[in-house]
Every structure is written in structure tokens, then in C-alpha cells.
């Protein structure tokens, strides 16, 4: 086991690394020159070519990537270029506020997600099984932006009983207040992802049930309850892990036109803004730390399997 | 709002979590909903108007602008005298003035606070990413702080926009002892004159600004602001009408006539220095915008009254020249005018010498961009105007970023639009329009008239207010006729404000000036 968690830490490395090499180059290739644009149209061509000098623009792209890696394997990421502060501190800072949403997001997705994708095995070929169903099949194909902006008028602006944008009113708010502020979004986001879960928990659950030791469960008098949550549950949750980890990481990416929307301030709202800005330090610091928790999900879902079925080990 | 206590049962809970989305307005407090959230509040470093608009009201210039206004008028100087020659400025500067961290304002901070952007090796210089001095402080040879109250500062050359420079954002007064305390952060840590001094800071969520209760002018009604970004046209919206927010601007253009039928907000639309234009390379034969017929026709094709009433809803005026109305008197409104006609631009193109109209023109437009408008349908707009005319041009679209360096790259025909900061002349014909300017500058159409160059060079170098204006009226008229672009039309602001907010005013430079405003509950 030990081993085994040494030897996929050791494999996060090369996969970093691989990503660092490729958001630097993305960033670097893509048209568009960082020194334009923060100077804005006032700026002399000369002072832009200064600035160019001074940011290390002009050098080789690869003197460049070696210089900026240099620096991030000694933990500094550098300054941002647009807010003139840390990179590192406030990608963290930021960081905590994507996970805020994230976790509402999720505990929206696994209780209304799992919920239904249960309930609709059980109650199988019903009303309620197809009902759910068509539900989910709309929530996989809303897009986020359109279920956000339709939240906000019909929440925000029609009943007005829900704020419109932001983690606290203007004037400042308690745990309560963020709470309320938490909610649409992390419907809004988590929605795609509970219609996923529903859909995948129903069908790996009716595979369960169909298989013999649920029939020698039921043949043994073990009550129905039992059988659905206890016995079918435990053997379907391998599939609902694997793909509620793939789901922490496209809610952890897919968070950018939530907080867009919504006006979060969290991560991938400021990574938006880089991006238009060409804030390159903050997009690779960014992206490298998003990368970074999704490769430690994946992990924490590996071991989560042998915890969950413990016919798996790790070698 | 503190609805919350332990004693609440869960109805309750449940009651007030969907209760009154509105918190009852606290008294002298009012929130102010931005696009997007403040960068910095260092003021040498910002170039983008959502940041100024906050960094107004916490530092000071030389000289500011008149409240609603492009007027100059005394700010942290309270009198000044130009040399004959034009080439030196004494400034009488305000007594008994203290920057936020308590120290005195004098004429060695200002000294101080220029020389950080104009001296490579002054003390603070390094704190500098951006640097704005080249278009602000370019003209400055030497800053003598002559004695407490009094700066001498002395020209390379005469320079006509020199003043109304001062009252730009690069150029504030940043308090010597905050750079020196702060240094690379001072961004964090402002210290102006202003009227307002900064309380609390959260990035992403919003910054409190309070007055400064040793403030030398009059002091401003509304004791707090509040700015938070809200990014969404929507949210903007929702937040304004349920009371979230008591100000904001840019609301989307077909949500106005509900607002305008809103009891409780009062909707402002000023006229601003905006320009929205279509700049054509006057230097291309194929297709040939190096002749005037051609590129008069086009102003000819392009229904401009449509543009403004169709997609911009009225809240824009119909151009004839890079100066809109929001530059007064210094604006040429005897211009030659290309009223939408397209039989007219059909005779033009014939005598040009293409009465079936040409084709192969690549047309530039961005997907977005600041004070860019509608640039997609607005591009298709005149895409259709001119393909009835027989001008077929493709569109290619870019991304904000992408295009900013694309369009300095020589384009065939491009979109832009400009917001002047100050209302100086210069800064739009010279810096567009000058043949000084070529690629990588700012004229991308790379016009060039060599009367319009001695006209808009010479007024650079005079001082005169009266014979500027002489030049720039003269100047307006040769570009209208000569047409390098395709003049489309002049934004107007748009803002919107709940009613309790009195004797707020439009400002033409972007701001959002609240000193002059009042609150009544």
C-alpha cells in the first residue's frame, strides 16, 4: 500500500511536468501580446517594446519556459501581471472560494444525483423511472451559462427571494449569508452532474440487482430496504466513485462560467481575466494548480476503491 | 444583515433564507456594481476604466476636471502660469494638504511622485510595471520643487496637452512615504488626497471606501462607498432592480425601456468622448482604399441611423468625425456629413472607376472589446450595407486579445472605438490620425495628409488654448473629407441609479464621480 501511494506520487510528477510544458507553450502560441494590452491604446510603440524588454518577452520561448519552471519547482509562481501582486497567494485564495462551489456543488450532485439514481432503479419501468429520467436527460443537455442567467431572472429577479451575483452581500454577511448566496450557483453547476450521477447510479444499480447474490439475499429473507441500499449499493458504488472523481474534476474546470455568471470570485473567474489579459504567470499558475488537485482526486479515488470493495489491492 | 440568531426555528431559517433579497439601505452607504473588479490601486499602473473609476475618488491630480465635465480646473494646485515661451509651468500648490497616511503634501511629493516614473533610477521606479510616463510626462525635462508650495516644472518643448495630461490617471499624487513603506505593493496600500481614502479591501468580493475626514475641498454627502463586481449584463440588472446595488453602468441595451418604465431608478445616458469607426487602409490599391471616392463612398453605404437605433437602441449619436460632442467647442460641426445614401455611393464607386463595385476586402472585427459596442452585429451591419452597394468584404473575428495586435499589424479594414480619458484633442487626432503614428502606432489605416500633420503637430507645441482650437476645427474638416474610415458613431454612457441617488452626473471621461451626489433615504 505504501509502495503503491510512493509510486503514484512519483507518477504526478511527469504528468505535471507534461502540463506545465503544454499550458506554457498554449499560452506562449496563441496570438496576442500581454505587453498591448495591459498598456491599453495610449501607449506609445516604444514603451510597449520596453515592456516587452522588462516582462522577458523577447527572449527564446524555451529560455522563457526554463526560467518560469526554475522558479515554480522553488514554489515561486511569480507576479501577477495585471494585479501586481504574488501569483501564488491569491490563485490560493481564489482556490478556496472555487471549492466552496465546488462543494456545494457536489453535495447537490451525490443527494439529489445518487438520490434519484437510486430511487429510479428501484422503482424501475414506473412513472417516477421515466419522469426521472427525462429530467436528468434535460439537465445533461442545459447548458451552464443559460440555466444561470435563467436562475437569475426567474429567482433574483422575478420572485426576488435569491441574490443575484457574488459569495456576500455588498455591505458584508455571516455563514448564512454565503449560504444564500451558494445556492444558485451550486445548482446551477452541480446540475449537469447530478443528471450524470443519476443516470449512472440507476444503471449500475440495475446491473446489481439483476446479478445471484441479490437473489440469494432476497431468497434469504433480507428485507427489500436492505437489499437496495446495503447489499446493491456497496457493489454498484465502484462505478458511481470512478465517475463522481471525473465529476470533481469537471466541476473544479467547469466552474469558470458559473463564477462567470454568478460573478464568484473564485478561481476560474480570475483565470478568465488572465486569459483576456494574457496574464501568463496567473493562467500557468492557475492551471497548474487546478491539474494538481485533479491528478490528487484520481488518487484519493483509487484508494477509495479498496476501501469500497476490498477483493481490490494495491501493489 | 443579521437575521439569523439561535433561537430561530427552522421556519423561520427557511423564512429569512428566502426572504427580502434587499437589505434595508444603511444611511450615507451606497453600493456601486462595476464590471469587473479593481486591479490595483496604485494609479500609475492602471489602464483600465473599471479600476479608475475606483482610484478617482482616493487620489488627486495637479489639476482635475470640472464635476461633469472636461473642463480643467484647480485640484492640488491651486493656481498656475505658463512662461511665454511655453516651456515652463510654476505651480501655486494647495496649503495644508495630507495624504491618507497622514503626511504632508508638498511640492517635493509631487516631485517625488513624478520623478519615480521619469527617472530610471529613482528610489521607487522599480515598483513600475506598466509604464505611462512616455504619453504623460514625456514633454518634462527637469521638476524643481522651488519651496514647499511652489514646483517649477520645465518643458523639452512646448506642449500643448501638457495640462489637461495632469488631470490624467497616471499622473495622481502617491504619497512619498507610502512608496517608500510599501514599495512594490503600494498598489495595496494607496495613500492619495482624494476625497475618499480606502477602509477594506477583499478582491473578488468588493472595496470599501470611506470619506477622508481631513479632506481639504467640501466634503462629499455619502459617507461609504461600496464597489462590487458583477460581471453578468443580467445579474447587473437583477441586482439594480431589487436594490443590491444603488449604481451601475453599461446595462444591456434591450433591457432600457424597462428600466425606463422602473419608478425607483433613474436611467442617465451622457454624451461621452467615445468614437466607434471602421479605419480603412488608405494605403491599398487592391482594394483600392488609397482613393478618396472609394472610401467616401463608403461613408455614403453605411447606414449609420440604423446602426444607432437598430442595434445600439438610440443610445448612441451618429459620427462625422473623431471628435464626438462631448469635446464642446473644440468639435468641428460644419464638417463634411455622408448621410446614408447608397445611390450616391454607387455614383462614387462609378466614378472611381468601379461601377460594379470589387470584392477580396478583409474585414476585422472583434468578438468583444472595451467601448467596442456590438462589434459582431454591427460589423454584419455594415457588411450588408456595403455588399448592397456591390463591396463585398469578409469578415474575419478575433478574439479581444488577439485582435489588439493584429489590428497595430497594418490591417486591410479594421473596427476600433476610443475613450479618451482626457479631453484633450490631441489624444485622438494626433494619436490616430497623425502619420507619426504608422503602424505599430495607433493610426492603423496609416492616413496620412500632410496639412492635417502640420496642423495637429503644431497645436501639440501651443499652449493657447484659443489658436489650438483654430488648428484642430481646421484639421477636422480636411480628415472628414478625406474620410480614413468609415465614422460610424459616438457611444453615450449609459447609467442607471436608484432615485434615491440626487445630483449625480454623467461624466464624459468614464468616471463615476459620487463626491458631487447625494443620498436621500
Redo the contacts between chains.
Keep these: 500500500m505504501r509502495n503503491y501511494l510512493l509510486k503514484r506520487l512519483a507518477q504526478t510528477i511527469p504528468v505535471l511536468f507534461g502540463i506545465s510544458i503544454l499550458v506554457f507553450s498554449m499560452l506562449h502560441l496563441?496570438?496576442?501580446?500581454p505587453a498591448?494590452?495591459?498598456?491599453?491604446?495610449?501607449?506609445?510603440?516604444?514603451?510597449?517594446e520596453?515592456?516587452r524588454e522588462?516582462m522577458g518577452l523577447n527572449r527564446p520561448l524555451i529560455v522563457q519556459y526554463g526560467a518560469w519552471a526554475g522558479r515554480i519547482v522553488q514554489g515561486d509562481f511569480g507576479?501577477s501581471?495585471?494585479?501586481?501582486?504574488a501569483v501564488l497567494p491569491?490563485v490560493m485564495?481564489?482556490f478556496k472560494?472555487t471549492l466552496i462551489l465546488t462543494a456545494g456543488a457536489l453535495a447537490f450532485a451525490v443527494v439529489f444525483g445518487i438520490g434519484i439514481g437510486i430511487l429510479a432503479a428501484k422503482f424501475h419501468q414506473t412513472v417516477f423511472d421515466s419522469a426521472a429520467m427525462l429530467v436528468a436527460l434535460a439537465g445533461i443537455s442545459m447548458p451552464t451559462f443559460f440555466t444561470?442567467?435563467a436562475a437569475?431572472?426567474i429567482f433574483?429577479?422575478g420572485f426576488?427571494?435569491?441574490?443575484?451575483?457574488?459569495?456576500?452581500?455588498?455591505?458584508?454577511?455571516?455563514f448564512?449569508?454565503l449560504?444564500?448566496h451558494l445556492l444558485m450557483p451550486a445548482v446551477t453547476l452541480g446540475a449537469v452532474s447530478a443528471a450524470i450521477l443519476a443516470r449512472i447510479t440507476r444503471s449500475a444499480m440495475l446491473e446489481v440487482i439483476q446479478q445471484d447474490f441479490i437473489r440469494t439475499a432476497r431468497a434469504k429473507g433480507v428485507s427489500e430496504d436492505k437489499v437496495v441500499w446495503i447489499h446493491a449499493l456497496r457493489n454498484a458504488s465502484i462505478t458511481i466513485v470512478t465517475v463522481l472523481g471525473m465529476q470533481i474534476g469537471y466541476l473544479l474546470g467547469g466552474s469558470v462560467i458559473t463564477e462567470?455568471?454568478?460573478?464568484w470570485?473564485?478561481l476560474g473567474?480570475?483565470m478568465v481575466?488572465a486569459?483576456?489579459?494574457?496574464d501568463y504567470p496567473t493562467v500557468q499558475g492557475g492551471v497548474l494548480i487546478i491539474a494538481m488537485s485533479f491528478v490528487f482526486i484520481n488518487l484519493a479515488v483509487d484508494l477509495i476503491y479498496a476501501w469500497l470493495d476490498p477483493r481490490i489491492r494495491y501493489s | 444583515m443579521k437575521i439569523w440568531n439561535s433561537g430561530a426555528g427552522a421556519l423561520l431559517a427557511t423564512a429569512a433564507f428566502f426572504g427580502a433579497a434587499a437589505p434595508a439601505l444603511a444611511d450615507e452607504t451606497i453600493v456601486i456594481g462595476l464590471q469587473a473588479e479593481p486591479v490595483t490601486f496604485d494609479p500609475t499602473q492602471i489602464s483600465d476604466l473599471n479600476t479608475s473609476r475606483v482610484v478617482h475618488r482616493i487620489y488627486e491630480g495637479l489639476v482635475g476636471l470640472k464635476y461633469g465635465t472636461y473642463d480643467l480646473e484647480p485640484r492640488l494646485a491651486e493656481s498656475w502660469e505658463i512662461s511665454e515661451d511655453g516651456l515652463v509651468y510654476t505651480f501655486k500648490l494647495r496649503e495644508g494638504v495630507k495624504f491618507h497616511d497622514g503626511t504632508d503634501f508638498n511640492a517635493e511629493a509631487v516631485k517625488y511622485s513624478f520623478e519615480r516614473q521619469t527617472d530610471e533610477n529613482h528610489p521607487a521606479h522599480g515598483s513600475l510595471t506598466y509604464r505611462g510616463a512616455p504619453s504623460y510626462l514625456g514633454p518634462v525635462d527637469t521638476i524643481e520643487a522651488v519651496d514647499d508650495l511652489t514646483l517649477k516644472i520645465t518643458l523639452k518643448q512646448p506642449s500643448g496637452p501638457f495640462l489637461a495630461r495632469l488631470a490624467g490617471m497616471t499622473v495622481k499624487i502617491v504619497s512619498p512615504a507610502a512608496l517608500k513603506a510599501h514599495g512594490d505593493d503600494v498598489g495595496q496600500f494607496p495613500a492619495g488626497t482624494g476625497p475618499y481614502m480606502l477602509e477594506e479591501w477583499e478582491p473578488g468580493i468588493r472595496a470599501t471606501l470611506t470619506v477622508n475626514p481631513d479632506y481639504y475641498g467640501t466634503a462629499p454627502e455619502i459617507e461609504k462607498l461600496i464597489y462590487v463586481p458583477i460581471l453578468e449584463p443580467v445579474a447587473r440588472l437583477s441586482a439594480l432592480t431589487t436594490g443590491e446595488i444603488d449604481l451601475t453602468i453599461d446595462v444591456p441595451f434591450d433591457s432600457l425601456t424597462e428600466l425606463e418604465e422602473n419608478p425607483d431608478i433613474e436611467l442617465q445616458q451622457g454624451a461621452s468622448a467615445h468614437v466607434w469607426f471602421v479605419a480603412l487602409n488608405t494605403q491599398l490599391s487592391d482594394p483600392p482604399f488609397d482613393n478618396v471616392l472609394v472610401r467616401q463612398a463608403m461613408n455614403y453605404a453605411v447606414d449609420k441611423e440604423g446602426i444607432v437605433n437598430d442595434i445600439l437602441q438610440g443610445t448612441a449619436t451618429v459620427s462625422s468625425g473623431p471628435l464626438s460632442a462631448g469635446y464642446g467647442d473644440l468639435q468641428n460641426k460644419d464638417v463634411r456629413k455622408y448621410d446614408y445614401d447608397p445611390e450616391k455611393a454607387k455614383e462614387f464607386l462609378a466614378e472611381a472607376g468601379y461601377p460594379d463595385g470589387f470584392g477580396g476586402c478583409e474585414f476585422m472585427v472583434p468578438e468583444s472589446g472595451s467601448g467596442m459596442q456590438a462589434p459582431i452585429e454591427m460589423g454584419t451591419y455594415i457588411q450588408a450595407n456595403l455588399s448592397a452597394v456591390g463591396i463585398d468584404c469578409q469578415i474575419k473575428t478575433m478574439e479581444w486579445g488577439a485582435y489588439l495586435t493584429a489590428y497595430r499589424e497594418s490591417p486591410m479594414m479594421a473596427q476600433m472605438s476610443w475613450n479618451p480619458p482626457i479631453g484633450d484633442p490631441d489624444i485622438v487626432l494626433n494619436n490616430l490620425l497623425n502619420s507619426s503614428n504608422f503602424p505599430p502606432g495607433w493610426n492603423a489605416g496609416s492616413y496620412k495628409n500632410e496639412r492635417v500633420d502640420e496642423l495637429v503637430s503644431t497645436a501639440q507645441r501651443l499652449s493657447d488654448p484659443d489658436e489650438r482650437r483654430e488648428l484642430y476645427l481646421e484639421a477636422q474638416a480636411l480628415i472628414a473629407e478625406d474620410a480614413p474610415w468609415i465614422f460610424v458613431d459616438h457611444g453615450n454612457q449609459i447609467i442607471a441609479h436608484t432615485t434615491k441617488l440626487k445630483n449625480f452626473l454623467v461624466s464624459p471621461n468614464f468616471d463615476l464621480v459620487v463626491e458631487g451626489a447625494s443620498y436621500e433615504d
Design positions: 496563441a496570438p496576442g501580446d498591448d494590452l495591459l498598456l491599453g491604446p495610449d501607449a506609445t510603440p516604444e514603451a510597449v520596453d515592456l522588462d507576479r501581471v495585471v494585479l501586481n501582486r491569491e485564495k481564489r472560494n444561470g442567467i437569475i431572472l433574483a429577479m426576488q427571494v435569491l441574490p443575484s451575483s457574488g459569495m456576500y452581500p455588498a455591505r458584508g454577511g455571516d448564512f449569508d449560504m444564500r462567470a455568471v454568478f460573478s470570485p473564485g473567474q480570475m481575466r486569459i483576456q489579459a494574457r
